[in-house]
């Protein structure tokens, strides 16, 4: 089954490549990984899709808090987060394609269907973005594939993924209030248990 780890690690170099060996020490797959900047300063957000058994998901969440650039890590579902995927489209439609330029108008109204965006139009092709879930990303391309179209390119993000529910006391606390009432108060930094912080060495 596919597991959904959204981890924050220290921004340094090398982060990516510990994560990376981390999982091949596992013999675990990694089926997409995101990275970018978070709401914390010098800290990276990871999101981190990957398929092992159910029972391997406390293994593998455990092995990432054993690193040391590790702050915090959750596992996420789909019925508790938001989960998107970014996409971009590269589709053939010039007028030596079996449709012609007939072709722009179909993919325009497939693109409506799917509420995708035409985010390029050259001469002899139509380049499409769409963010949704992984399953209507898969669907648009199905769709276009069955109607002969030819696709060119295709480049997506991999999952992303934020729980749902309330504000935080760090979100709370970076608005300037609290409680629905104005916080003049200096924010201290957040410290985050960490459940293993009696591991101190990688996992062999």
Same mark, same amino acid.
């Given at each position: 089954?596919?597991?959904?780890? #959204?981890?924050? @690690?220290?921004?340094?170099?090398? @982060?990516?490549?510990?994560? *990376?060996?981390? /999982?091949?020490?596992?013999?675990?797959? !990694?089926?997409?990984?995101? #990275?970018?900047?978070?709401?914390?300063?010098?800290?990276?957000?990871?999101? %981190?899709?990957?398929?092992?058994?159910?029972?391997?998901?406390?293994? !593998?969440?455990?092995?990432?808090?054993?690193?040391?650039?590790?702050?915090? @890590?959750?596992?996420?579902?789909?019925?508790?987060?938001? %989960?998107?995927?970014?996409?971009?489209?590269? !589709?053939? *439609?010039?007028?030596?394609?079996?449709?012609?330029?007939?072709?722009?108008?179909?993919?325009?109204?497939?693109?409506?269907? /799917?509420?995708?965006?035409? @985010?390029?139009? *050259?001469?002899?092709? %139509?380049?499409?973005?769409?963010?949704?879930?992984?399953?209507? %990303?898969?669907?648009?391309?199905? #769709?276009?594939?069955?109607?002969?179209?030819?696709?060119?390119?295709?480049?997506?993000?991999?999952?992303? *993924?934020?729980?749902?529910?309330?504000?935080?006391?760090?979100?709370?606390?970076?608005?300037?209030?609290?409680?629905?009432?104005?916080?003049?108060?200096?924010?201290?930094?957040? !410290?985050?248990?960490?459940?293993?912080?009696?591991?101190?060495?990688?996992?062999?």
């Amino acid at each position: 089954m596919l597991h959904t780890f #959204v981890a924050l @690690v220290q921004d340094k170099p090398g @982060v990516l490549t510990r994560v *990376a060996s981390l /999982f091949r020490r596992l013999n675990i797959n !990694i089926v997409s990984l995101t #990275v970018g900047e978070s709401e914390r300063p010098d800290t990276s957000r990871m999101t %981190i899709v990957c398929e092992a058994p159910e029972t391997a998901a406390h293994r !593998i969440r455990a092995s990432l808090y054993k690193l040391e650039i590790t702050v915090d @890590v959750d596992e996420v579902g789909r019925s508790e987060a938001v %989960i998107r995927e970014l996409c971009l489209i590269k !589709i053939a *439609a010039g007028p030596n394609e079996p449709n012609g330029l007939h072709s722009r108008s179909q993919i325009f109204e497939l693109s409506n269907v /799917f509420r995708a965006r035409v @985010v390029d139009l *050259a001469p002899e092709s %139509i380049m499409l973005e769409m963010t949704g879930s992984s399953s209507k %990303i898969e669907g648009l391309l199905q #769709v276009l594939r069955e109607s002969n179209y030819t696709i060119l390119e295709v480049s997506r993000t991999g999952r992303m *993924a934020m729980r749902r529910g309330h504000h935080t006391s760090r979100v709370l606390e970076a608005l300037g209030t609290a409680n629905g009432k104005p916080n003049n108060k200096p924010s201290t930094p957040e !410290i985050i248990p960490n459940e293993f912080e009696d591991i101190h060495q990688e996992e062999e």
